[in-house]
């Protein structure tokens, strides 16, 4: 029996074929195409499309109509990287980034529903309209950062290669290193705003909810980590011009953290309480 969630890797295939053609110029693979845009774009509109009916199809109801579980959680997050990746292509052509980005999408995809649908643990209901609002943008700003570390990879992968003088083809697919970093920073500084708001609605909420703010949470401990580390990065940027790889490093490592507060623990319970 065919089941809404067998979508979600038919999205993640459609995203890896989209991989395929950004792949195949510089490492010298048939393509059917000299320009492959379009049918990347093409590609990427299609999985998106999979993706938001699976995501809609799957989900419990609610009377807000959001409730998520890790494959909602899951879903979105791909969702919302990949549409800001498309608006991008379409905006500026291939720049590089989907080298990274389209592959790592698909393999998440492919693996949507292996996550646990359990309703203890891995499972989120809003109760108010701030709360709803509070999870579209930290799940926003977890999109726009997860954009952010992409970049940041590329300028660490780029600034080796061009340090050792060993230029491969695929290098010569990607951006300038100057392009690289203005995007990164440009996401940070929008991360820096999004995951902001995101923690000043969380804590209104839980004003409004339970009269009393829960700062001692691992989520809203590890939300704050990493809106600092941005904010280090962001005005490490803006008044010593860091042009390093310690700006790399220091962006991978606030989107590791956000990656572990928005979904380490429902996993981590999830297993924990099946």
Same mark, same amino acid.
């Given at each position: 029996? =065919?089941?809404?969630?067998?979508?979600?890797?038919?999205?993640?295939?459609?995203?890896?074929?989209?991989?395929?053609?950004?792949?195949?110029?510089?490492?010298?693979?048939?393509?059917?195409?000299?320009?492959?845009?379009?049918?990347?774009?093409?590609?990427?509109?299609?999985?998106?499309?999979?993706?938001?009916?699976?995501?809609?199809?799957?989900?419990?109801?609610?009377?807000?109509?959001?409730?998520?579980?890790?494959?909602?959680?899951?879903?979105?997050?791909? =969702?919302?990287?990949?549409?800001?990746?498309?608006?991008?292509?379409?905006?500026?052509?291939?720049?590089?980034?989907?080298?990274?980005?389209?592959?790592?999408?698909?393999?998440?995809?492919?693996?949507?529903?292996?996550?646990?649908?359990?309703?203890?643990?891995?499972?989120?209901?809003?109760?108010?309209?701030?709360?709803?609002?509070?999870?579209?943008?930290?799940?926003?700003?977890?999109?726009?950062?997860?954009?952010?570390?992409?970049?940041?990879?590329?300028?660490?992968?780029?600034?080796?290669?061009?340090?050792?003088?060993?230029?491969?083809?695929?290098?010569?697919?990607?951006?300038?290193?100057?392009?690289?970093?203005?995007?990164?920073?440009?996401?940070?500084?929008?991360?820096?705003?999004?995951?902001?708001?995101?923690?000043?609605?969380?804590?209104?909420?839980?004003?409004?909810?339970?009269?009393? =703010?829960?700062?001692?949470?691992?989520?809203?401990?590890?939300?704050?980590?990493?809106?600092?580390?941005?904010?280090?990065?962001?005005?490490?940027?803006?008044?010593?011009?860091?042009?390093?790889?310690?700006?790399?490093?220091?962006?991978?490592?606030?989107?590791?953290?956000?990656?572990?507060?928005?979904?380490?623990?429902? =996993?981590?319970?999830?297993?924990?309480?099946?």
């Amino acid at each position: 029996m =065919f089941s809404m969630l067998t979508l979600f890797p038919i999205a993640g295939i459609v995203s890896l074929a989209a991989a395929y053609l950004l792949w195949a110029k510089p490492l010298q693979l048939p393509q059917p195409s000299d320009d492959p845009q379009p049918l990347i774009a093409g590609g990427v509109a299609l999985s998106l499309a999979l993706t938001l009916i699976a995501a809609v199809a799957n989900a419990p109801s609610s009377e807000l109509g959001i409730q998520f579980t890790l494959i909602e959680a899951a879903a979105s997050a791909s =969702f919302l990287v990949q549409i800001i990746y498309l608006i991008g292509l379409l905006r500026h052509g291939t720049r590089g980034l989907g080298l990274i980005l389209l592959p790592v999408t698909g393999v998440a995809l492919l693996l949507v529903p292996l996550l646990p649908t359990g309703h203890r643990g891995s499972w989120l209901e809003a109760s108010s309209w701030l709360e709803a609002s509070h999870l579209v943008v930290s799940m926003s700003a977890y999109a726009v950062m997860t954009l952010s570390a992409l970049h940041a990879v590329m300028h660490l992968v780029l600034n080796r290669v061009l340090k050792s003088k060993r230029i491969h083809p695929i290098t010569r697919a990607m951006p300038p290193l100057a392009d690289i970093e203005t995007h990164m920073f440009a996401q940070v500084r929008g991360t820096l705003w999004l995951l902001g708001l995101g923690i000043l609605t969380g804590l209104s909420w839980q004003w409004i909810e339970w009269n009393h =703010f829960a700062l001692l949470t691992h989520k809203v401990l590890l939300s704050i980590v990493a809106w600092i580390m941005l904010l280090v990065i962001e005005t490490g940027h803006r008044r010593n011009a860091w042009r390093n790889r310690v700006s790399s490093y220091l962006v991978i490592s606030a989107y590791l953290i956000m990656l572990l507060a928005y979904f380490g623990s429902r =996993f981590i319970m999830a297993e924990l309480h099946p």
